[in-house]
């Protein structure tokens, strides 16, 4: 099954896939509004800003698994994210991303970009997956990688796919 055909929820309960990002560079996350990395939300805004006309975007995947971080309804989250950090690239439903729960795509970013050691499992919040023009995951960077690290990455992907 290919990236594209994977069923997601958006924030405000509709049903999709990641059709509409076919041709375009992803930055998919796992995001937690009460996460000590949220700050993290300011510099991911940024760079879908800086790189959204150039066929980027970063998706947001709120996860409740790491510490109970994010503590409220898709209602609650969306507000969060608006008011306290100005999101607004596209967010979907709390989902699992570790265990016999974890949602279908974070099983296969997971199963395609490992972590540390070769590790399948994500170790906590602001987990990135660096998804190039073809739906190839390309790279994982960790919770503590920031955003601007990253953008290096992206631009290389939007200039040449080749070089992903």
């Known amino acids: 099954m290919s990236i594209y055909d994977i069923p997601v929820k958006t924030i405000k309960g509709e049903q999709q896939t990641l059709a ?61 994210c608006e008011l306290n950090f100005g999101i607004s690239f596209p967010l979907y439903s709390r989902i699992d991303v570790n265990g016999k729960d974890a949602h279908p795509l974070f099983q296969l970013l997971t199963n395609e970009a490992r972590g540390v050691l070769g590790s399948k499992s994500i170790k906590w919040n602001f987990t990135k997956f660096l998804v190039d023009r073809d739906g190839r995951v390309v790279k ?25």
């Open 20 to 80: 509409p990002y076919q041709g375009d560079v992803m930055l998919i996350v796992n995001t937690a509004t009460d996460c000590g990395f949220a700050p993290q939300f300011k510099g991911l805004q940024k760079l879908h800003d800086e790189y959204a006309d150039q066929g980027f975007s970063v998706l947001g995947f709120p996860c409740a698994q790491f510490a109970n971080q994010e503590k409220g309804d898709d209602a609650e989250i969306a507000q969060a």
């Open 140 to 164: 994982r960077f960790g919770s503590t990688d920031e955003p601007a690290k990253i953008e290096s990455h992206i631009r290389k992907l939007l200039e040449d796919p080749a070089k992903g």
